[in-house]
């Protein structure tokens, strides 16, 4: 009987590690948690350039992977330029903010 329960077990363990092994992330793939983070900065990012009254908002893309956001579309100058890597670099948890926009 004892046998039989640290066999059950040693499964239970080995399913544990395996599961907690597929939520990791990689250099490609994000974990859970990094998902739901990257979705929050996403969310803020597009809310701060929202609330500027000088920028399109709608225009620009917002795509944010391990804390790193990338900024595309097409702004009218380099100021909005400029200014939308600017808000997106003061929101909390961004790493680091490429800029892929072009003028019109």
Known sequence: MK???KIISAFFLVLTLLT???CASTTKHEGTGEYVDDSVITAKVKAQLFDEPDLRSGQI?????KGVVQLS????????INRAV??????SGVKSVKNAMRLR
Do not use: H
């Open 20 to 22: 907690a092994v597929g």
């Open 61 to 65: 893309n917002v795509e944010t992977f």
């Open 73 to 80: 579309g097409f702004v009218g100058s380099q100021a909005n």
């Open 3 to 5: 046998y039989l329960i």
């Open 86 to 91: 600017e808000i997106a670099r003061s929101v």
